[in-house]
Every structure is written in C-alpha cells, then in structure tokens.
C-alpha cells in the first residue's frame, strides 16, 4: 500500500486561493486524483493527474478554477484551488493507484479507481 500525507488545508475567503500538497510515499502512482466531500453530500470527483505525462481532467464545478500538478522528483501532487466559493467547503482527499488510464476514460474520475487514498483536509470557504 502507498501512503499519502495530505497538507495546505484551511480557512480562506470567497475569491481567495489555496494550495493542497499530498506527498507520496511507496510505489510511484500511474495516476493520482482528489476527491472532496462536503457535509451530507456525497464524494465529488475533483481532478486527476496521469504520471508519466501529466495529462488531466477536472470536475465540471472546478474547471478552469483548480489546477492538478505533480512534481515526479519530490513524489507529490498538488491542487492549486483558485476563485474559491463557499460550496468549495469540504474535506478534500489526495488518491493514487498503480494504473495509467487513458485520457478518454471516464473510469478515472469514478473514486472506485483508486486504491491508496490520504487522510483528508478541511478547506472551509466563509467569509
């Protein structure tokens, strides 16, 4: 099993930005993604990284606001959350898994893909 060690979690204003890193320790993923859960609601798929070529795809509520980004010599993924709203608010989670998917599989943002997942971060958006 893969350990991630999530961090960059907390309180920022609308139109504010945040930065969450997930270092990754063990097997070097195919591909990592977050997810983020907000209370009484269910796990949304936010974005995912394939490793070897850093090709994405994002969530339709976060497109063109978050970016996805991995640094293949320190082993970690980062999401850089910008224009943040109050419906961001949830505790956001680093996931990895051996497979490389391919850009067109709608697979890959289904939580079921991944094998290894963090401990998650609270980001609260309030103004």
């Known amino acids: 099993q893969v350990q991630l060690v999530e961090s960059g979690g907390g309180l920022v204003q609308p139109g504010g930005s945040l930065r969450l890193s997930c270092a990754v320790f063990?097997?070097?993923?195919?591909?990592a993604a977050w997810f983020r859960q907000a209370p009484g609601k269910a796990r949304e798929f936010v974005a995912t990284?394939?490793?070897?070529?850093?090709?994405?795809r994002y969530g339709d509520a976060v497109k063109g606001r978050f970016t996805i980004s991995r640094d293949r010599a320190q082993k970690t993924v980062s999401l850089q959350m910008n224009s943040l709203k109050t419906e961001d608010t949830a505790v956001y989670y680093c996931a990895a898994t051996p497979r490389a998917y391919n850009s067109g599989s709608t697979y890959r943002s289904d939580p079921s893909a991944y094998e290894d997942w963090g401990q998650g971060t609270q980001v609260t958006v309030s103004s």
């Open positions: 063990g097997q070097t993923p195919g591909s």
């Open positions: 990284i394939r490793w070897f070529d850093g090709n994405t």
